[in-house]
């Protein structure tokens, strides 16, 4: 194959925005004879002497001066209503001044908001849009023809490190083969997985149209290659390498993990392999994914919606998998170092396969960084040497550089990057925890330094036109209906209308983490405990206190053949297709022995034909459930609610449950009294001779879609003072009653 050459490399002018200065040099002062001359030439826009942009460069002491100068009084009354002349000359000309620049700064950003939104679209797939993209990136292109063929044309874009091909044929990509031409094997191996993924953003699926085909995909992905390729050095600095590196290492890390939760779960739980996946991913080190889900590059998951909830069916498994649920992760990369005065020390990437020790684990010692994380035993993090590449082209060109034959190699400008998707909302003595173990968060530019965000705002936000009031406290209340299995009647679901408040005592000061750099793949490990408490305590308040789009709206789903529930919103971003939350909830547990079988939701895949009923109880008055909300030291949640026999359509007695929501997102109970021995509700059915506890309430937390009103929907309805003993039905929906 030959080798590329350089495009056309015609720079590029979007994104520019138009100066505001004049193309010319401020114009003079106009000359004045009588202060009404003076006036005359400020204040007319008309006048042929002067113009908007010339007082704009006449300042107005020059002014002043300028009219004291060639007027003279001798009276000392005279003088001091000349002083006055010239205070209110001043007053105007500034705000006249004032007013031409805010014009043309409203211009600029009009300009910007213009071409911030035509820069969202990067355009359609074709040999064109292609030619353009690889221009933006700064990579090197040319086009070869297929011999025998007028129709076929291949796009070759090469870089220092990557090279791709892409094959046309009638302005339609036919073929993409993507390769690491000067890297190792742990680079190699995984470049046919991503050029199967660029392949398929780029391809046209059935039902697609060449016209209509969209970049967006690709650029998503390849831009992240190309930024790699840019950053390295070649052959001293391969940054593919150093992330395929850190990769290598993390997943012996969650293999090993993966083997000692088989070796210590029990014969059953074993058997659930997916269950011990999830198990190992969200309570360990997270799970190391490389060009995995439709996404080119490395990425760390850490967090997965309803993770204790497993299914039978190989297909409802994998359409949970693939679109059924959220995930948090963080994407690795690479960035510029930009020096930063918070810490300007930060080390540069280092390329190694070798950040954990041969064995893995060692002796922890007290003091060291992955001692507080609670995940035993103690991994064996090393310390690979650091890298170093020769000197810039451009400090060679410097005459007041030293000679480089004298300044030897230097470490490399560059960091590793982790971005979070999607980005988690943390309080405020996390993130200087964080930067306390040498990362560095990237700021919003659009942040105002005084701006304060509250922990309950950034997941619930306030209303359009509302905002905090001041106080040391805030309520939330909503009328939501929560979808419950009718066990009377198989195939139909019951609407329970719920009035659920929340109330938030002394407000968290929080931010949200977007990203940050590091330095060593144990930094990233070492949150990952935080970061799943706060993304749990986050999508509980959304499940439970967020309005619902056309809550009303519900249509029996034989009506509307099987058509889906209203999907949940949420505050933050993702990549994911956003899961609803209105399954029926049979889960379970494994410190409690609670199995997890849940019926498909209507509108997965492989569903029954028989269309399920749903009830309403719009005759019946809503279900109070009150929450109180406070963040320090931890979160802790205390939840009230009706709870006890029904006389006269009112309830005898009340719950009062308090939790704590701890690392990985453990629900700890505090203090309840659902399960007592006065209630009658401590001995599970169906003969068994274990006894609940206390922790099966929390437990159940965790299970039930993470949603406190179904939540409180199932306690009342199974574990009830009038529900004991009227059946099986509690039993075999938690697994252990």
């Known amino acids: 194959m030959s080798t590329p050459?350089?495009?056309?490399?015609?720079?590029?002018?979007?994104?520019?925005?138009?100066?505001?200065?004049?193309?010319?040099?401020?114009?003079?002062?106009?000359?004045?004879?009588?202060?009404?001359?003076?006036?005359?030439?400020?204040?007319?826009?008309?006048?042929?002497?002067?113009?908007?942009?010339?007082?704009?460069?006449?300042?107005?002491?020059?002014?002043?001066?300028?009219?004291?100068?060639?007027v003279n009084f001798d009276s000392p009354s005279t003088a001091a209503a000349l002083m006055d002349i010239n205070a209110a000359l001043d007053l105007g000309l500034q705000t006249f001044n004032n007013l031409s620049v805010s014009k043309e700064d409203e211009m600029a950003r009009k300009l910007d908001n213009v071409i911030a939104i035509l820069s969202r679209c990067k355009g359609l797939v074709?040999?064109?849009?292609?030619?353009?993209?690889?221009?933006?990136?700064?990579?090197?292109?040319?086009?070869?023809?297929?011999?025998?063929?007028?129709?076929?044309?291949?796009?070759?874009?090469?870089?220092?490190?990557?090279?791709?091909?892409?094959?046309f044929c009638n302005d339609v990509v036919q073929s993409v083969a993507l390769s690491f031409p000067d890297s190792a094997e742990i680079v190699n191996k995984h470049a046919e997985a991503a050029g199967e993924i660029l392949s398929n953003d780029l391809r046209l699926r059935n039902g697609q149209s060449p016209l209509t085909k969209s970049l967006d995909g690709f650029v998503a992905n390849f831009e992240r290659l190309a930024v790699l390729d840019k950053l390295s050095i070649m052959p001293a600095l391969n940054l593919f390498e150093a992330i395929a590196g850190i990769y290598e290492s993390l997943c012996r890390l969650h293999a090993w993990e993966l083997q000692k939760a088989r070796e210590e779960a029990s014969a059953e739980t074993r058997a659930r392999e997916q269950y011990l996946e999830n198990?190992?991913?969200?309570?360990?080190?997270?799970?190391?994914?490389?060009?995995?889900?439709?996404?080119?590059?490395?990425?760390?998951?850490?967090?997965?919606?309803?993770?204790?909830?497993?299914?039978?069916?190989?297909?409802?498994?994998?359409?949970?998998?693939?679109?059924?649920?959220?995930?948090?992760?963080?994407?690795?990369?690479?960035?510029?170092?930009?020096?930063?005065?918070?810490?300007?020390?930060?080390?540069?990437v280092r390329i190694s396969d070798k950040w954990i020790g041969p064995n893995l684990t060692k002796?922890?010692?007290?003091?060291?960084?992955?001692?507080?994380?609670?995940?035993?035993?103690?991994?064996?993090?090393?310390?690979?040497?650091?890298?170093?590449?020769?000197?810039?082209?451009?400090?060679?060109?410097?005459?007041?550089?030293?000679?480089?034959?004298?300044?030897?190699?230097?470490?490399?400008?560059?960091?590793?990057?982790?971005?979070?998707?999607?980005?988690?909302?943390?309080?405020?003595?996390?993130?200087?925890?964080?930067?306390?173990?040498?990362?560095?968060?990237?700021?919003?530019?659009?942040?105002h330094p005084m701006t304060v965000d509250t922990f309950d705002s950034l997941v619930l936000p306030y209303p359009p036109g509302q905002g905090p009031d001041g106080g040391d406290s805030r309520q939330i209340s909503i009328t939501k209906r929560a979808r419950i299995k009718d066990d009377a009647t198989p195939g139909k679901y019951l609407l329970k209308r719920h009035a659920t408040s929340l109330y938030v005592y002394l407000p968290e000061p929080s931010r949200t983490l977007t990203g940050m750099t590091f330095s060593h793949p144990q930094q990233l490990i070492s949150i990952l405990p935080s970061l799943r408490q706060y993304v749990f305590l986050a999508t509980l308040l959304e499940?439970?206190?967020?309005?619902?789009?056309?809550?009303?709206?519900?249509?029996?789903?034989?009506?509307?053949?099987?058509?889906?529930?209203?999907?949940?919103?949420?505050?933050?971003?993702?990549?994911?297709?956003?899961?609803?939350?209105?399954?029926?909830?049979?889960?379970?547990?494994?410190?409690?022995?609670?199995?997890?079988?849940?019926?498909?939701?209507?509108?997965?895949?492989?569903?029954?034909?028989q269309a399920a009923k749903e009830g309403d109880d719009d005759d019946e008055p809503p279900l109070r459930i009150d929450t109180t909300l406070t963040m320090d030291p931890v979160p802790h949640l205390k939840v009230s609610f009706p709870f006890g026999e029904k006389h006269n359509n009112e309830i005898s007695a009340s719950a009062d449950v308090e939790l704590e929501i701890r690392e990985n997102g453990a629900v700890h109970v505090l203090s309840q009294n659902v399960l007592t021995e006065a209630n009658g509700n401590m001995?599970?059915?169906?003969?068994?001779?274990?006894?609940?506890?206390?922790?099966?309430?929390?437990?159940?937390?965790?299970?039930?879609?993470?949603?406190v009103g179904r939540w409180v929907e199932f306690m009342r309805r199974f574990w009830a003072p009038a529900a004991t003993g009227t059946g099986t039905g509690a039993d075999s929906a938690v697994g252990r009653g």
């Open 5 to 70: 050459t350089p495009g056309k490399q015609n720079p590029l002018s979007q994104g520019r925005t138009p100066s505001s200065q004049p193309p010319h040099g401020a114009a003079a002062t106009p000359s004045a004879s009588t202060p009404f001359s003076v006036n005359q030439a400020v204040f007319s826009p008309l006048n042929q002497r002067s113009s908007p942009q010339q007082t704009k460069k006449s300042s107005p002491a020059t002014l002043g001066r300028s009219m004291m100068g060639s």
């Open 543 to 609: 499940n439970s206190f967020k309005e619902q789009p056309d809550a009303q709206d519900w249509t029996d789903p034989a009506d509307k053949k099987l058509s889906p529930a209203p999907v949940r919103t949420s505050t933050v971003l993702t990549n994911q297709t956003a899961y609803s939350n209105m399954t029926t909830a049979h889960t379970t547990t494994t410190t409690t022995a609670i199995k997890n079988e849940i019926p498909p939701a209507p509108w997965a895949p492989e569903q029954t034909t």
């Open 363 to 447: 002796i922890p010692h007290p003091g060291e960084l992955h001692a507080a994380t609670g995940l035993t035993p103690m991994i064996d993090w090393l310390e690979p040497e650091s890298t170093f590449v020769p000197i810039s082209d451009q400090t060679k060109a410097d005459p007041m550089q030293p000679d480089p034959s004298l300044l030897g190699p230097r470490l490399p400008d560059v960091v590793f990057h982790a971005a979070f998707d999607p980005p988690v909302h943390i309080p405020e003595f996390l993130w200087l925890q964080i930067r306390q173990l040498g990362c560095v968060m990237d700021e919003s530019p659009l942040r």
């Open 126 to 167: 074709s040999e064109a849009g292609l030619e353009r993209l690889a221009k933006k990136l700064e990579l090197e292109y040319m086009w070869e023809s297929s011999m025998g063929s007028d129709s076929k044309r291949t796009l070759i874009v090469a870089g220092s490190a990557l090279e791709l091909l892409i094959e």
């Open 683 to 707: 001995v599970m059915r169906g003969g068994s001779s274990t006894p609940r506890k206390a922790e099966d309430v929390g437990a159940l937390l965790e299970r039930l879609n993470e949603d």
């Open 279 to 348: 198990l190992v991913t969200c309570t360990k080190s997270g799970k190391p994914t490389m060009n995995a889900r439709g996404r080119v590059g490395m990425a760390l998951e850490y967090w997965k919606e309803d993770w204790q909830i497993t299914f039978k069916k190989p297909s409802l498994r994998e359409w949970a998998d693939e679109v059924g649920k959220r995930r948090w992760s963080i994407l690795v990369d690479c960035a510029p170092h930009k020096v930063n005065h918070l810490n300007p020390v930060l080390n540069p």
